[in-house]
């Protein structure tokens, strides 16, 4: 697959004016409230739309047409939790943040369990948004060497290093107003290409319903509640459980909510975003289903066997001189609203929860805006590297469910035992979340490790791995508050 000049131009176009875009927020940046909160100034519209980019990564532009394209659109019932993670995070998360908290979400669990709980949700924090980095730079760069036969160790350090700069010299603001123009890039992108891909069907859309409708693609997985397969209940729960910690304990969403001009602004904001998500998601499954229906009407002997890459070969082969260029900058501007989201958020996690609150009492806004900075550049040089280290892996976003469960199960458990229970003590809470830990380092585990005739292994989906040590965390500490005050 290659491109044409006038196509690397647009994309070379598109990286260098997003980082000088970015860069150019450096003036509201100037104070630590500029740098970790925009100095709430930000409009609820345009949160929404950062939301939305923030949900849209690379895998979501690459990796949702290529499963619907090989099966069908089981993994949208992903999407349809979202309405009532929503209700939730607006009936309960967004006030206790905007009443409780100043800068981090983890401010609220040291007030209620003490500095511990505070320091492991941070840890645990920084480093799942160095596994996130770290994953979709890989993604990005493993999609762009395919369109652009460039070396992936290049594409990785260059689009690392652009990503640092532009995230640490404009802030918070930066990654708001860039998420919202690259939201606008991956939706203008992703609608032209399924114009043009029905327009290349034999038949048009007519055609495209019927032959899908035959062969079953728009089917949302078995729903008979069989738990140790991935059908639809299965991916609901999960849905249900990633979405619900997304809006819970995820300062990527947090500091959002935080930098709105008000309460209102912020829950109009995750209404817009999320809500958004659901019918741009159905874009992305039915460019998946149109591929499907084209390569079936006129096959085409080079078509990559991996569902993943017929998306990337239908860019480079099939649309039109420029378009190809618009179409990778949307993949990049998927994955690099991601990126600047995982720099910013971990950075001010850094600086508040640990440089400030353990380090150093006494920072000023100054020195605390410095070490932000710091911090900024260095989890990003460590991301870069373990993207790096992604190119031996042979399962990276196997790798990355993984270390999203054991970490997340954690403080997800954590948060609902702080809101919802409140004769749970520090010493409860502590003793259960080392117990959720190590049961959901087991539930990873042993299935690999296991035949699936052990009566030690896991019974259901490793999908579920979320929600079962949730609740483990959750049921042992409200025992605990009984057996022992």
């Known amino acids: 697959m290659s491109v044409s000049v006038f196509d690397l131009i647009i994309i070379v176009f598109y990286i260098l004016?997003?980082?000088?875009?970015?860069?150019?927020?450096?003036?509201?940046?100037?104070?630590?409230?500029?740098?970790?909160?925009?100095?709430?100034?930000?409009?609820?519209?345009?949160?929404?739309?950062?939301?939305?980019?923030?949900?849209?990564?690379?895998?979501?532009?690459?990796?949702n047409p290529g499963k619907s394209y090989a099966s069908d659109w089981r993994p949208f019932a992903f999407s349809l939790t979202l309405p009532i993670a929503i209700i939730l995070a607006v009936r309960f998360f967004i006030p206790l943040y905007r009443n409780t908290v100043k800068t981090t979400a983890y401010e609220y669990l040291e007030q209620r369990f003490g500095i511990w709980a505070r320091l492991y949700m941070g840890a645990a924090y920084i480093l799942m948004q160095i596994g996130r980095y770290a994953v979709v730079l890989y993604l990005i760069a493993l999609a762009l060497a395919a369109f652009l036969n460039i070396n992936i160790t290049v594409l990785i350090l260059a689009l690392g290093g652009l990503t640092i700069i532009y995230t640490l010299l404009g802030g918070f603001a930066a990654v708001i107003w860039t998420d919202v123009v690259q939201s606008v890039v991956l939706l203008v992108g992703g609608l032209l290409c399924l114009l043009l891909i029905i327009i290349d069907i034999p038949g048009g859309w007519e055609q495209l319903l019927t032959t899908a409708d035959n062969h079953d693609k728009f089917s949302l997985g078995p729903m008979d509640g069989d738990m140790m397969i991935q059908g639809f209940w299965v991916i609901f729960i999960f849905g249900i459980i990633e979405n619900i910690k997304n809006f819970s304990v995820d300062q990527n969403y947090i500091q959002r909510f935080l930098s709105a001009s008000s309460e209102r602004e912020a829950i109009k904001s995750l209404w817009l975003g999320g809500l958004l998500y659901i019918p741009v998601s159905a874009l992305f499954f039915l460019i998946g289903t149109a591929l499907f229906v084209f390569y079936l009407q006129v096959p085409d002997p080079g078509l990559p066997s991996k569902p993943d890459q017929i998306f990337p070969f239908f860019i480079v082969n099939k649309l039109p001189v420029g378009m190809v260029g618009l179409v990778i900058a949307a993949v990049m501007a998927a994955g690099m609203s991601t990126l600047d989201s995982s720099l910013n958020s971990s950075s001010t996690v850094w600086t508040i929860d640990f440089y400030k609150r353990i380090i150093k009492q006494t920072a000023d806004d100054s020195e605390q805006l410095r070490i932000i900075r710091v911090a900024t550049a260095v989890i990003g040089i460590i991301g870069t590297l373990a993207s790096l280290l992604m190119l031996e892996a042979k399962t990276v976003l196997d790798i990355w469910w993984k270390i999203s469960a054991i970490f997340g199960g954690g403080m997800l458990g954590l948060f609902l035992l702080g809101v919802m229970f409140k004769r749970v003590t520090s010493h409860h809470a502590l003793f259960a979340v080392i117990l959720g830990v190590i049961f959901i380092a087991w539930a990873m585990a042993s299935p690999m490790l296991l035949p699936l005739s052990s009566a030690w292994r896991f019974p259901l989906h490793t999908m579920v791995t979320g929600l079962a040590g949730t609740l483990v965390i959750v049921i042992s500490g409200v025992l605990l508050s009984y057996i022992k005050k």
């Not at 997003?18 to 740098?35: D, N, Q, Y």
């Open 17 to 63: 004016a997003t980082t000088l875009f970015g860069a150019w927020f450096v003036r509201k940046s100037k104070t630590l409230e500029g740098f970790t909160l925009a100095d709430h100034l930000i409009p609820g519209w345009a949160i929404g739309l950062s939301l939305l980019a923030t949900y849209l990564s690379s895998i979501s532009f690459l990796a």
